[in-house]
């Protein structure tokens, strides 16, 4: 393994960065305050070489029922409970 040389580490698609929108498939509360499961949009906050952090202005649970206190959860780059969120669309301004 000595004998191996990297110039850079590889780039994958599914790459995140600080900032970016994204959705994550758990546990939250929805507008009437009832805990679902679904889809919601959250940002990511730090990006790590193995784990993204994606902070929510909703509240989230863990898997095991207990809400997470800072809205953030870990997920693994490669999850298949995360991916880019949807572009939404924006109403033109009006030039009143």
Sequence with gaps: MAG?????????????????????????????????????EGVVVQVDPKIVAVQFKENVYLTDGWMVPDHVLWCPHDSKNMRKARQRKRRPRSSD
Aim: glycine fraction near 6%; charged fraction near 45%.
């Design 4 to 40: 191996l040389r990297f110039s850079s580490a590889p780039e994958t698609e599914d790459s995140y960065r600080v900032g970016d929108r994204v959705e994550v498939f758990c546990d939250h509360d929805n507008e009437e305050e009832d805990r679902v499961r679904g889809w919601l």
